[in-house]
């Protein structure tokens, strides 16, 4: 029997998803809770029925945005892999594709808001370590068993750094050639498996 989930639920879902797209397009001051609220449909008012705090709700989107992110990437290496690709190659393609340079309201909250991080209150710094340390076990996953144990922190950093010099470029022939050149050097030196 499944229960459908409550009114507030909803509301509460709606807000967080808002959110989590709101944090990675304008980082984490341009969010503002009425801003949210508004995009999201719903009254300014009704925000602390389901949040004690904006950074509770900074918290709640950044979680939910590396889980989203994840799955995305998740999604793409397993299309990846079905045409051939180790799981690493399919990693690295998806993270520094083209589609993920120019989709920063959907894209990983790590390489959007890094900079940011530090910066923000307890509790949403504490979010964001979980997704740093998220990434890093997606790359740690997907590398071949012998890898080196300090190769997952070493790629994740690459991968980010990357997409964030790329971004800064822009999402144009500059800004995608540099994630070419960068997926090249990475899978040179950590894919054992060759390409087509």
Same mark, same amino acid.
């Given at each position: !029997?499944?229960?459908?989930?409550?009114?507030? &639920?909803?509301?509460? #879902?709606?807000?967080?998803?808002?959110? +989590?797209?709101?944090?990675?397009?304008?980082?984490?001051?341009?969010? $503002?809770?009425?801003?949210? !609220?508004? &995009? *999201?449909?719903?009254?300014?008012?009704?925000?602390?029925?389901?949040?004690?705090?904006?950074?509770?709700?900074? *918290? #709640?989107?950044? @979680?939910?945005?590396?889980? %989203?992110?994840?799955?995305?990437?998740?999604?793409?290496? +397993?299309?990846?892999?079905?045409?051939?690709?180790?799981?690493?190659?399919?990693?690295? &393609?998806?993270?520094?594709?083209?589609?993920?340079?120019?989709?920063?309201? =959907?894209?990983?909250?790590? @390489?959007?808001?890094?900079? &940011? !991080?530090?910066?923000? =209150?307890? #509790?949403?710094?504490?979010?964001?370590?979980? $997704?740093?340390?998220?990434?890093?076990?997606?790359?740690?996953?997907?590398?071949?068993? %012998? +890898?080196?144990?300090?190769?997952?922190?070493?790629?994740?950093?690459?991968?980010? $750094?990357?997409?964030?010099?790329?971004?800064?470029? $822009?999402?144009?022939? #500059?800004?995608?050639?540099?994630?070419? *050149?960068?997926?090249?050097?990475?899978? *040179?030196?950590?894919?054992?498996?060759?390409? %087509?």
């Amino acid at each position: !029997m499944d229960s459908q989930p409550s009114r507030k &639920e909803l509301s509460h #879902e709606r807000i967080v998803a808002t959110a +989590a797209r709101a944090i990675r397009r304008g980082g984490f001051h341009g969010v $503002g809770v009425a801003d949210i !609220m508004k &995009e *999201a449909g719903l009254t300014h008012g009704g925000f602390y029925a389901h949040f004690s705090s904006r950074n509770a709700l900074l *918290a #709640e989107a950044l @979680a939910r945005a590396g889980r %989203d992110s994840a799955d995305r990437v998740a999604q793409g290496t +397993a299309v990846r892999r079905t045409r051939g690709a180790s799981a690493l190659r399919g990693f690295v &393609e998806g993270y520094l594709s083209d589609r993920h340079l120019g989709d920063i309201e =959907a894209g990983c909250p790590v @390489a959007a808001l890094v900079s &940011e !991080m530090p910066r923000q =209150a307890p #509790e949403v710094r504490e979010a964001a370590a979980q $997704g740093v340390r998220g990434l890093i076990a997606a790359v740690r996953r997907a590398l071949p068993q %012998d +890898a080196p144990a300090d190769s997952g922190p070493a790629i994740a950093s690459q991968l980010v $750094g990357a997409l964030q010099l790329a971004r800064a470029l $822009g999402d144009n022939a #500059e800004g995608q050639a540099l994630l070419k *050149a960068s997926r090249r050097a990475l899978l *040179a030196q950590y894919d054992r498996q060759p390409s %087509d």
